[in-house]
């Protein structure tokens, strides 16, 4: 990880922006430029904000129009020759790597020279609906000391289909998208779910936070990376919540070469937090839960009369632990994935443990 709270400029309280937005680009223009115009268009009135660009070796003529956001612009190529220093008085700044670097590295460099409160990173992808930031500024107030990564509810853009309310830890062991809501009722009275992470597609964070965790984990490869950044913040005491009322649209993987390595980054991902991710597993032991329960009913033979009990208390939120044979199940879920990712990679070359 590079260290970044060392490179980030030093600005006066009174001429900070309170948000910094993010947004690492790779050929995907006319997407880019939807994004940007839905951005402004959301934006809170009154909102000091500044939008950082960072463009990752873009060969579609996504450097040429960013020329054109801003006539006072000087676009500055990242090198270690040259480091990270940008102008501090546009609203727009824009960032060039020198070649393509990955998701990671393109945030942390920006980020690096962000002066907001908040940073928000955004994928180049999304459509951003009317009142989208509000609620995740509000999950953020609400949290206070104990926010962690406030993410939101994002619908897959060509279908309308929720594609994401949060990341939750599967039967194997694996983080994978929530692709339900929670009820109505729950929503009416709650405005915040908690999770063990959420995407970086489009996130909220404290940059005080950020400089603390020390950003993404370089070693990730477009994928993986903003998982883990929730698990670090987790591990430090904080809550990682979805703000419910907060509804982005995202073009999905619209990126190229954006699933390439994402057998790699799983495994490296479950080295690193195997116990944690068993921990985490309210998907997985409540899917155990259900799928013994409807064995249950299929062999009226049976007689796990104890488990049965302890399965439904689970699930109806009686009982706050999931019965130790649904933990189990993780367990033996997350082996599997570990002896098939060896047998895929032959042993993984400068993993985490």
Known sequence: MSSLQS??????????????????????LA??????????????????????????????????????????????????????????????????????LGYA??????????????????????????????????????????????????????????DHAGLVVNITGKPVH???????????????RDVPAVTGACLLIERSLWQHLGGFDEAYVNGGEDI?????????????????????????????????RDEENSYRLARRWARELVAA?????????RDYLAAQLLIPRSREYRLAIAAWAFLAHVRTTPPAEAVLAVEAGLRGEFARWEEMFGGFRGAKT
């Open 281 to 289: 597993a309210d998907d997985g032991t409540r899917t155990w839960c």
């Open 105 to 162: 590295v393109s945030n942390n460099r920006a980020a690096a020279t962000a002066r907001g409160d908040f940073l928000v990173l955004l994928n180049d992808d999304l459509v951003l609906l009317p009142r989208w930031l509000e609620p995740m500024l509000a999950a953020h107030a609400r949290l206070r000391q104990r926010a962690g990564v406030v993410g939101n509810v994002q619908l897959d853009a060509s279908t309308g289909e929720v």
């Open 7 to 28: 490179l980030t400029p030093s600005v006066p309280p009174s001429l900070r922006p309170r948000v910094s937005f993010i947004i690492p680009l790779y050929n995907c």
């Open 31 to 100: 997407l880019s430029r939807g994004m940007l115009a839905s951005l402004q268009a959301t934006l809170p009135a009154g909102l000091a904000h500044e939008i950082i660009f960072i463009d990752d070796g873009s060969t579609d003529g996504t450097r040429e129009w960013l020329k054109t956001l801003s006539p006072s612009n000087g676009l500055q190529t990242l090198s270690p020759s040259n480091g990270l220093a940008t102008r501090h008085d546009a609203t727009i700044r824009v960032l060039l790597n020198e070649r393509n």
């Open 178 to 192: 929530a692709r339900a809501l929670p009820s109505l009722a729950y929503r009416a009275i709650r405005r915040i």
């Open 228 to 260: 883990e950044l929730c698990f670090r913040a987790r591990a430090a005491g904080r809550r990682n919540v979805v703000a419910l009322r907060s509804v982005v649209c995202h073009h999905v993987s619209s990126s190229p070469g954006r699933k390439l």
